[in-house]
């Protein structure tokens, strides 16, 4: 059974960065895509990018694209999201979703809100602050 675990959340001033990683256990996750979704009280969870199996498939949302980058590392079983660029409006509970369909080696699909319930793992969420 595969276990996500993010980590790399916390507190950061406008401008700053931060890497989340979301750790893989209990099974290899080099044949699943994994997708980060995100949540801020009292909004819709929104999604923000994913990443095919092989890793040469990536997606992003309009609000990070040029700020974000998610990468993957398979041989530590870890798929990492490098924050730049941080604003007030990224805080929210970051979540790392994964899914291993036909097509996950080489595609993902962006978990956006009609998609994330398809994902069929799911980590605990790791807290982004972004404040001055």
């Known amino acids: 059974q595969l276990q996500l675990v993010e980590s790399g959340g916390g507190l950061v001033q406008p401008g700053g960065s931060l890497r989340l990683s979301c750790a893989a256990s209990?099974?290899?996750?080099?044949?699943?895509?994994v997708g980060w979704f995100r949540q801020a009280p009292g909004k819709a969870r929104d999604g923000v990018s994913c990443?095919?199996?092989?890793?040469?498939?990536?997606d992003y949302a309009d609000s990070v694209k040029g700020r974000f980058t998610i990468s993957r590392d398979n041989a530590k079983n870890t798929v990492y999201l490098q924050m730049n660029n941080l604003r007030p409006e990224d805080t929210a509970l970051y979540y790392c979703?994964?899914?291993?369909?036909?097509?996950?080696?080489?595609?993902?699909?962006?978990?956006?809100?009609?998609?994330?319930?398809?994902?069929?793992?799911w980590g605990q969420g790791t807290q982004v602050t972004v404040s001055s």
């Open positions: 979703v994964a899914e291993n369909a036909s097509w996950s080696g080489v595609h993902c699909r962006f978990p956006g809100p009609s998609v994330i319930y398809d994902y069929d793992y």
């Open positions: 990443i095919s199996g092989s890793g040469g498939y990536t």
């Open positions: 209990g099974v290899t996750l080099d044949s699943f895509a």
